[in-house]
């Protein structure tokens, strides 16, 4: 199964000059950067979610494998859990995998 779409379509682009990021511009040789803005969650009614305990050897594409028979839908789990990191999940923490996974794509399509 894979589903072919960007994550970024309908997303707005903005410039980046925070002060913040002086060092990381500097390197790159430029005064700012343009962005994708972070996708905005809306829960609806019909959408569920699923529940697995983080763990030793946990991954997102494992569990995008898992859930949604297509690992590059990675990207979802973090969102979804507004935890965009895996280091930001202790073992026994739960996390949230949303579905079904269609509505979740047409979540990012109609944004």
Do not use: C, H
């Amino acid at each position: 199964m894979g589903y072919k779409f960007s994550r970024y379509q309908n997303r707005e682009i903005f410039r980046n000059s925070n002060p913040r990021y002086v060092r990381q511009f500097s390197s790159r040789d430029v005064n700012y950067i343009d962005q994708y803005a972070t996708a905005k969650f809306t829960w609806t009614a019909d959408l569920d979610y699923d529940e697995e305990y983080w763990g030793v050897g946990s991954r997102f594409y494992k569990l995008a494998a898992k859930y949604y028979g297509d690992s590059t839908l990675w990207w979802i789990i973090p969102w979804f859990n507004q935890r965009p990191l895996e280091s930001d999940f202790d073992s026994g923490d739960l996390v949230m995998i949303p579905r079904p996974i269609e509505r979740i794509i047409n979540i990012f399509k109609e944004e």
